[in-house]
């Protein structure tokens, strides 16, 4: 996590040089993926995590801890096994066998052990390094990997089974630890082919505390199933980082409710950056023969779907749900936030497995237990048929899955599968192609490589370094120009990062970079977000150089491990600059005001500290800490501009987990949740709050007057109101602060849209020229003392995603409208309203900076800069 920081000196100057992702000693990981000093401020950093680390040998054994018996735990009611009693079962088991492993592969939210449970026969350290061998040789060499014939029949194939990552969607786990101790303890001969051939690997609850709450989301208020890409929770996190590690082959994901056992593959929308003629055939067959099992298998209480009627029912009818023949349209695997979408991309073959039986209120309403005894049934045909496909499939799944690495080492383009083919014109499993029509059809291109200046042309080189740590953190290989070079038309000097797109994750590496594509005219509903891109929402600038099939970029790249030092410090005695491009270097702000030191910032956003040596040393620890590098100034600015002294702030602020989080990741430390109901009754109280945040709706019905007088004085001694969507607008029209229509964009409609923010406003001077909106709202009808501060694009403002048209609130409509609104009011109150979802999941990380520029100048002010 930490780089190394280094200390050079030339002549009088001192110069300290940090990574944007330095995690001082002592500081230590947060669950949402940020750090905590002794200040108790939550850091955010980039996770470029050291590698798992996997037993040199098997069985690796060691002693689970067992935590005390939990009465409360929800998993009693819904009559599945409580997490207490999963590590005494496991050492159980090892205790019993030594065919399985069992690791601690990282810590849940609020510090449960998550258990990595591992199923082989015993290997020497030679033998498992044997493995690994093969392993990196099917990823990093696998036109080499395709010739080998050792690998080819001696290769344990890894497949991999996780459950439980939405905390209320329990029985996937008690499926594995049943099929676990079948491992464990069956006669050899009846699994010696398997224990041979294969490596079975089981994150057993990839959500312990959701699991024991009874609750879908992590402890911190995360849904981890769709944070796959951005890692705000430890849960995503440790798919994430094992993923690269286990490689697998098959992977499964085993989840709940839908009425009917679900199977995927999906529907369209189809992922753009797939090799999809290798992965819907055998992804297809394995679901018909899932099908099939559990057909065969008659369990009591078991449903079945008609597809006549697209009914679910309890008669036999032979089906299952399948979504890629059942759902053609709001069941896809578009984006890759969600664990088997994700995983896809290490060249395996991957599916959500939804159980069909759901919750029932009360709790202890018994049918919950009775629902539970039927899935566990069913998941346990599921577990048990998916590796018999394997076992049964195992020389062409591994076959596929080293072409797809090997076409992206190659550069070549992705396949194209044609519309309408011919079921008889492809290889067996076939079954797939007898759907596929028009509408499954997405291709896509791919460049030859991604370039992130990291110089001055750089719009933020803390959000860059952020930007290449979050790749390395995904498994893309970055790589640094050793001098400067010419591509695309454009001159880059040395240091430029570049991911050149010829890399055995190449998908990975173009599913984060890529602008994405506007499918709204595709498909008429999208089951969850439609556009992602890390290029175009993380605050870095990166262009898309050539085509795959171009010759490399003729510069020697070195590889990089994190993105290099970003943070500097002039000599002592001089005032410092700080231009706020990016999220770092609010974060270094917050840190100097919390320690004393005076900050003042000038109407562009940019700060300045004094000469003073307690300035200089608190200037060096936020370099080191962020990253962010300080300019020598003689302090004229002060004089010649006008400026404002910065305070600590207390944010209060409505919304949930991630505008928490945002706001702790900017360092805003000292935060006040608040709601109507909560400050009615006197549980949270704005005395001594410096801002307020609207992330979500605070309205206060008639019985609520005592909660709204409390917001009307707040409002009258001057407070600020920063906020987002049509949560702001309502409260900002509410309390007669500035008046608007908010119009919001049609129902599901997200996506990521073209702004232009307003030359020498508030966000004018370090400008994100793109944003991110679910859905994109626009303000019009403005009072007189409106400000537009920034608009969506005149000219086709949606860049990507899923906006159908409906009147009134169509891409057209938002064109060239208010996309933020500031405003000052008599009482000296000062707002600020944003139209984008700045913080959606805590994904658009590359808008918090505007976050914090919005707070700092709506908030109250603290200790001027002295002038020279």
């Not at 070549?412 to 044609?418: A, F, L, N, R």
């Amino acid at each position: 996590m930490a780089s190394i920081v280094r200390l050079a000196a030339t002549g009088a100057a001192a110069t300290i040089v940090a990574t944007a992702a330095f995690l001082p000693a002592g500081w230590s990981p947060m669950p949402d993926g940020s750090s905590t000093g002794a200040a108790g401020v939550t850091r955010l950093v980039a996770d470029v995590p050291p590698p798992v680390a996997m037993p040199t040998s098997y069985p690796y054994q060691p002693e689970l801890e067992v935590v005390p018996d939990d009465p409360t735990d929800a998993s009693i009611n819904r009559g599945v096994i409580p997490y207490d009693e999963i590590a005494p079962r496991l050492n159980g088991l090892m205790d019993a066998s030594d065919r399985i492993s069992v690791q601690v592969v990282g810590e849940s939210a609020l510090g449960r052990d998550i258990h990595l449970v591992t199923l082989t026969e015993k290997e020497n350290r030679g033998q498992t390094t044997k493995q690994a061998n093969f392993r990196e040789m099917i990823k990093q060499n696998p036109a080499a990997a395709a010739r080998n014939r050792a690998l080819a029949s001696q290769y344990k194939v890894p497949i991999w089974f996780n459950a439980n990552i939405h905390g209320n969607e329990w029985e996937g786990t008690d499926a594995v630890l049943d099929y676990i101790e079948y491992l464990a303890t069956a006669p050899w001969d009846e699994v010696d082919e398997l224990m041979q051939g294969h490596r079975l690997y089981f994150t057993v609850t990839n959500n312990p505390d959701g699991r024991a709450l009874g609750q879908r989301a992590t402890a911190d208020g995360f849904d981890a199933n769709r944070d796959m890409i951005t890692g705000a929770t430890a849960e995503a996190r440790i798919i994430r980082d094992l993923s690269g590690v286990i490689q697998p082959t098959y992977y499964v994901d085993l989840h709940g409710y839908t009425s009917v056992l679900q199977v995927e593959p999906c529907g369209p929308p189809h992922g753009e950056n797939y090799e999809y003629d290798l992965f819907l055939p055998h992804a297809y067959a394995a679901a018909l023969q899932v099908e099939q099992a559990v057909v065969d298998a008659k369990i009591p209480g078991n449903t079945y779907l008609d597809r006549t009627t697209n009914r679910v029912t309890t008669e036999n009818t032979g089906n299952i749900r399948i979504p890629y023949r059942d759902i053609r349209s709001g069941w896809d695997d578009w984006p890759p936030i969600f664990t088997p979408q994700y995983v896809a991309y290490q060249g395996a073959v991957t599916t959500t497995v939804e159980l069909p039986l759901g919750r029932v209120n009360p709790a202890t309403d018994p049918r919950n237990a009775a629902n539970s005894a039927v899935n566990i049934q069913v998941a346990n045909v599921v577990v048990e048929t998916s590796v018999d496909y394997v076992v049964g499939n195992r020389a062409a799944l591994l076959s596929n899955q080293i072409e797809i690495f090997r076409r992206g080492v190659a550069g070549e383009p992705i396949e194209t599968i044609p519309a309408d083919v011919d079921p008889a014109a492809v290889p067996a499993p076939n079954e797939w192609a007898e759907i596929w029509d028009e509408i499954d059809v997405y291709p896509t291109e791919i460049p030859r490589a991604y370039v992130i200046p990291a110089d001055g042309t750089q719009r933020s080189v803390t959000d860059a370094a952020r930007l290449v740590d979050q790749l390395i953190a995904n498994g893309v290989d970055v790589r640094r120009a050793t001098a400067g070079f010419s591509a695309g038309g454009s001159t880059y000097p040395a240091g430029t990062y570049v991911v050149d797109m010829h890399q055995p994750l190449r998908g990975m590496a173009n599913v984060l970079l890529a602008d994405g594509s506007d499918i709204s005219t595709r498909v008429p509903d999208m089951y969850d977000i439609s556009a992602w891109s890390l290029a175009l929402l993380w605050g870095a600038d990166v262009d898309a150089v050539g085509d795959t099939t171009d010759p490399a970029l003729e510069v020697e790249l070195e590889p990089v491990a994190e993105a290099a030092a970003t943070g500097s410090v002039p000599a002592a005695g001089s005032y410092l600059e700080l231009a706020t491009g990016g999220a770092a270097e609010y974060q270094a702000i917050n840190a100097l005001l919390e320690s004393g030191v005076p900050v003042s910032a000038f109407e562009d956003g940019s700060a300045i500290l004094g000469p003073d040596a307690a300035s200089h040393a608190a200037a060096v620890e936020v370099a080191e800490r962020y990253g962010v590098a300080f300019s020598a100034s003689d302090g004229s600015r002060l004089a010649a501009e006008e400026s404002a002294g910065l305070g600590a702030m207390r944010v209060a602020y409505s919304g949930g987990a991630e505008e928490r989080v945002t706001l702790q990741r900017l360092g805003f430390d000292d935060l006040v949740n608040v709601t109507s109901a909560a400050l009615q009754s006197g549980a949270v109280s704005l005395d001594g709050v410096d801002v307020l945040w609207i992330g979500g709706t605070l309205n206060f019905s008639g019985a609520q007057a005592g909660g709204r007088a409390k917001v009307q004085a707040y409002l009258d001694a001057g407070g600020g109101v920063v906020g987002e969507g049509t949560a702001i607008a309502s409260f900002a029209n509410s309390f007669g602060l500035v008046t608007s229509t908010a119009v919001s964009g049609a129902s599901g409609s997200n996506g990521i849209l073209s702004v232009d923010p307003v030359e020498g406003g508030l966000l004018g001077t370090y400008p994100m020229e793109t944003s991110f909106g679910y859905p994109a709202v626009w303000f019009t009808t403005l009072g007189a003392n409106a400000v537009v501060e920034q608009r969506y694009a005149a000219d086709d403002p949606f860049i990507a995603g899923h906006w159908r048209e409906q009147s009134g609130r169509s891409q057209a409509d938002a064109a060239g409208q208010a996309s933020a609104v500031s405003a000052e009011t008599d009482a000296g109150n000062r707002v600020l309203m944003f139209g984008s979802s700045m913080n959606f999941r805590t994904h658009p990380v590359g808008l918090y900076g505007q976050i914090a520029r919005g707070l700092f100048w709506a908030g109250t002010e603290g200790a001027e800069v002295p002038v020279p």
